[in-house]
């Protein structure tokens, strides 16, 4: 008999299965179902495919024992079995995918971290809930040796040689005095029909059954009633995604969710679809009312479960569905698949391909839909999924319309988030112009940007966009139907000759001015100019887009390289209309002038969310500005 030692991760998560934080102890047996459904799954696949199989009978079981006596509870399947290196990796040395930022998000509420564990799905540990001792017999098909894996939770497992009829696996799990309610047949039956019922695969369990008692034709009773044991099968085990939808209640989907989701939290909503014609598939995807711990983590777990004809293939193929859309869940099932498809000819695949390409659309159709028939479900889904789906909008050209027509945007001109089609509705209809800003700033700092006043003076709505990947996406969305989307630093306004006029008069008055801070800046700025375009701010800054080092900075960047290099210095506009540029042309103090300058250009890269190179400096200089004015 070896002795090994959990592996930090797993042991920390028997630890809290143990402690049990969580409430919801009943979930244990929905882990251990859904495992021994897997395992049936794997097998299926395997003997319908490899001929290494070919000689394993696939008789698909699953059963559930209660002893009273000796205070057990066990799930047995008929399925792949493990041999002793999965028995090793599997249940003790390996933590599964997602673990580690699961632990990394507890916070050590009891009550936050349930509903974590609710999310996270804690598989095969949490028998450790109610069991103070767990033996898992198993054996894999197509090998001879049966194994035996123990523990008692206490960070070792025992693994030795054992022995077993068949191929399979059987956990018998020692309960904890206080969980004898785990082997009441009626608590058992009502767990599997709420969590288990749409398995593909049946349950069975002795149940006591009454009969009732024989009476002749007079009425004497000539047998007594008397209870007999019966083997019966818990669940429908019929795969939920086949059954037709008015055939279904929301709390069989539900409950479907639950299982294959491992969530104990309830979906936002599903999307079940049958497609019938050229090719044939069903797909039942639900979007959870919470984004799963690892949806920005590079190794997340997909959601999208794989069958071919019922037959599981695989949950772990990000190319099913495209990755703005991982927070699926659910199912996709199609006959016109060959069963033995690999991952390679899954990617090329012409079928999955078409599977795929009208899951996105039916998916983008329905949460419109959502947006438009339910606000206040879109908003919530928006708020945990807008900015995963906002990725599809570079990823996915085919679909951008419709992706930028679920955003929902802040604007310059609304307190609440507003949707591209009502934005349009007072956009010029002869420019078709939208303008966004975007930045990495607060949403009121973003709005109180100078570059927004003539929008502001003109009554002109903006989008506003101060997410990170913002300023990353929207320089490449160019367009939405006949609209052009327009950065406001690339804004242009038609102005009369009158205009211009003046404006060039303005500008002649203010050359003095302009070359003075330009001297006193030098390198820090390219030039100085005046500008129409503000109206309350003094000065704000203008990238030369024409400068060929600008654009080189820009290339780097969209590729993801920094280079390092420090960006080309900016043009500083300034405002003639201002009363602090108007006192400043009009003083003959260079030492003010000077101090001006700087404290000028640092404000304006303050807006613009720079951070200054000097801030002594900056503070020296508004210092003395403020003690001249005393
Ligand atoms: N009844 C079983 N038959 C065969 N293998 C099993 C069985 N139960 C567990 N395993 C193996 O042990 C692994 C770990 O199981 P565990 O329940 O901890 O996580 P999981 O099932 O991989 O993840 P999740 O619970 O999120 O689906 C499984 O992936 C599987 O390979």
């Not at 244990?28 to 000689?55: C, H, I, P, Q, W």
């Not at 024989?214 to 007999?228: A, I, Y």
Request: hydrophobic content about 35%; charged content about 30%.
């Amino acid at each position: 008999m070896a002795k090994h030692q959990f592996q930090t991760e797993a042991n920390q998560i028997l630890n809290l299965m143990i402690h049990s934080l969580y409430s919801n102890k009943e979930i244990f047996l929905r882990e251990l179902v859904s495992n021994a459904s897997d395992a049936l799954d794997k097998l299926n696949m395997l003997v319908l495919t490899d001929e290494k199989y070919k000689g394993v009978t696939f008789a698909p079981r699953i059963d559930i024992i209660a002893d009273k006596e000796t205070k057990t509870l066990t799930v047995k399947d008929s399925g792949i079995g493990m041999n002793e290196e999965d028995l090793m990796n599997n249940l003790g040395t390996i933590a599964k995918s997602g673990t580690k930022a699961f632990l990394e998000n507890l916070t050590g509420d009891q009550k936050q971290d349930s509903n974590l564990i609710g999310q996270f799905g804690v598989g095969f540990y949490a028998s450790f809930m109610v069991a103070n001792k767990v033996e898992v017999i198993t054996k894999k098909a197509g090998e001879t040796q049966a194994f035996l894996w123990t523990s008692a939770g206490d960070g070792e497992f025992e693994i030795s040689k054992s022995s077993r009829d068949s191929h399979g696996t059987t956990i018998v799990m020692h309960l904890n005095d206080d969980e004898e309610e785990f082997l009441e047949t009626h608590r058992i039956e009502s767990i599997i029909k709420k969590y288990s019922n749409h398995i593909p695969f049946a349950i069975f369990m002795d149940k006591e059954k009454h009969i009732p008692a024989v009476t002749d034709d007079d009425g004497k009773e000539t047998e007594p009633s008397r209870t007999e044991i019966e083997n019966t099968q818990i669940n429908r085990a019929n795969a939920l995604w086949t059954i037709s939808k008015n055939e279904i209640s929301d709390d069989e989907y539900k409950d479907f969710y639950s299982s294959i989701a491992h969530s104990s939290e309830e979906p936002l909503t599903w999307m079940h679809n049958k497609a019938e014609g050229a090719i044939e598939y069903t797909t039942l995807f639900y979007i959870p009312s919470k984004a799963p711990m690892d949806m920005y983590r590079v190794d997340y777990q997909t959601g999208i479960k794989l069958y071919i004809n019922r037959v599981f293939i695989t949950d772990d193929e990000k190319e099913l569905m495209p990755t703005y859309l991982r927070f699926l869940r659910g199912v996709i099932d199609s006959k016109d698949l060959p069963l033995n498809v690999s991952r390679e000819i899954l990617q090329s695949n012409a079928v999955m391909n078409k599977i795929k390409n009208a899951s996105v659309k039916k998916v983008l159709s329905e949460l419109s839909k959502m947006a438009k028939k339910d606000p206040k479900k879109y908003e919530e889904f928006f708020n945990e999924f807008g900015n995963v789906l906002k990725e599809g909008l570079y990823s996915d050209f085919a679909n951008r319309e419709k992706i930028l027509e679920l955003m929902k945007f802040n604007t310059l001109n609304s307190d609440e988030k507003v949707m591209i089609e009502e934005f349009v509705k007072n956009v010029d209809e002869d420019k078709k112009e939208i303008y966004y800003i975007t930045g990495k700033a607060s949403l009121s700092m973003l709005k109180a940007s100078p570059a927004l006043e003539k929008f502001k003076s003109r009554g002109i709505d903006v989008l506003v966009l101060n997410e990170e990947v913002d300023t990353i996406i929207f320089p490449m969305v160019t367009e939405y139907k006949e609209y052009k989307l327009i950065s406001v630093a690339d804004a242009k306004f038609e102005e009369s000759e009158d205009e211009k006029k003046e404006q060039e008069e303005v500008a002649k008055s203010f050359e003095g001015l302009a070359k003075e801070f330009k001297d006193a800046l030098g390198d820090a700025v390219k030039s100085v100019e005046t500008t129409s375009d503000l109206v309350d701010s003094p000065v704000k800054l203008k990238e030369d887009k024409e400068d060929p080092a600008y654009m080189m900075a820009q290339m780097m960047k969209q590729m993801g390289q920094d280079t390092g290099t420090p960006a080309p210095a900016p043009i500083l506009q300034i405002n003639p209309k201002h009363e602090l540029l108007v006192k400043l042309k009009n003083s003959a103090d260079q030492n003010l002038i000077n101090d001006a300058a700087h404290v000028l250009l640092d404000q304006a890269k303050l807006f613009d969310g720079i951070e200054l190179d000097d801030t002594a400096d900056f503070i020296l200089r508004l210092n003395r500005i403020i003690s001249k004015a005393i």
